[in-house]
């Protein structure tokens, strides 16, 4: 196995499918369906999502809304597909633990990050919701602070395009993928893999990112099992 523990980041967006809001549930148990391949493969494994699809403050910002209220929501709109991808991954007979990053003992533990560690060790799935519990940070910075602090191999960023390209391949047919590229490569051409805060995070502490497309099934596992999948980005 190429990685013993990995954090895998996954878009709230994603989750819509092909509805126009909210969770779609084929999706959902898709997405979980991979990661019990995963997890069944002896890999550790760590999630946060996003809450696009449910509320995204900063676009409630444009509005008109102040940013710190939007962000508290957006923070909720996790929570809200943690625990959906919690229930899928249970219905799976899958161990979970969801930790938030806010404190909302009713509904899941508070995050610690050495008793994240040993749920990890023990096999089971931690999800972190809430990002990071503070307004100004995306669910990508979340992604990369969590991934430090459980000292995870790798990000797995799950995103609809297959990884890296040298321009939008959804706009130039001419765009070619990267298989691998440095930090200082995608910081130097200005191409977007995360948003600074958390791209520097994840360079500064040397934890490589890949990009890849969690639509495509077997990606998550082919990859974990040290297939070319996607982009890699190291130092
Ligand atoms: P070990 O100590 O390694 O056995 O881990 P554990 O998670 O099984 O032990 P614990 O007794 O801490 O947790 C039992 C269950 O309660 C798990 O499903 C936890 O997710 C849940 N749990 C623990 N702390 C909290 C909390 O503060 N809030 C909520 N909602 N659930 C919690």
Known sequence: MKYKRVLLKLSGEALMGNKGFGI??????????EIKSVSEFGVEIA?????????RGVQASEGGMERTQGDYMGMLATMINSMALQAALESLGLQTRLQSAIE????????????????LERGRIVIFGAGTGNPFFTTDSAASLRAIEIEANVILKGTRVDGIYTADPEKDP???????????QVYNMGLSVMDLTAFTLCKENNLPIIVFDMNTSGNLLNLVQGAEVGTLVEA
């Open 24 to 33: 779609d549930n084929n999706r959902l148990m898709q997405y979980a369906n």
């Open 47 to 55: 999630i946060v999502v996003g809450g696009g699809n449910i509320f």
């Open 104 to 119: 909302m003992k009713e509904i899941a533990e508070p995050f610690i990050r050495r008793k994240a560690v040993r749920h």
């Open 174 to 184: 001419e765009a070619t993928k990267y298989s691998n590229i440095s930090f200082d």
